[in-house]
Nanobody, 120 residues
Framework: QVQLVESGGGLVQAGGSLRLSCAAS????????MGWYRQAPGNQRELVATVTSGGSTNYADSVKGRFTISRDNAKNTVSLQMNSLKPEDTAVYYC??????????????WGQGTQVTVSS
């Protein structure tokens, strides 16, 4: 069994910073892409940022230049540094990882979600 455990999040004023972290544990052969998604009330879940095992990153246009995603392959962790936060960044943030519990099998896992609230 694999688990993604998130930490970080909370309440911050506009212009502030927060850091989210996510650790994968359990039966892991390897991890392909890891990333962060978010869902605001009444909206669909949307991509925030992803990073491949090789370090290639992808960001939503709305967060480019403000958010930075990073991962530690040795520790099976992914982090999201969020700077210059805006009220529209308020959402539940979910960690995502495409994990191979064994060679030839890949499963998409989600964390439980962590609330980020940015006050104006």
């Amino acid at each position: 069994q694999v688990q993604l455990v998130e930490s970080g999040g909370g309440l911050v004023q506009a212009g502030g910073s927060l850091r989210l972290s996510c650790a994968a544990s359990g039966s892991i052969f390897s991890i392909n892409a890891m990333g962060w998604y978010r869902q605001a009330p009444g909206n669909q879940r949307e991509l925030v940022a992803t990073v491949t095992s090789g370090g290639s990153t992808n960001y939503a246009d709305s967060v480019k230049g403000r958010f930075t995603i990073s991962r530690d392959n040795a520790k099976n962790t992914v982090s999201l540094q969020m700077n210059s936060l805006k009220p529209e960044d308020t959402a539940v943030y979910y960690c995502n990882a495409k994990i191979r519990p064994r060679a030839g099998l890949e499963i998409n896992y989600w964390g439980q979600g962590t609330q980020v609230t940015v006050s104006s």
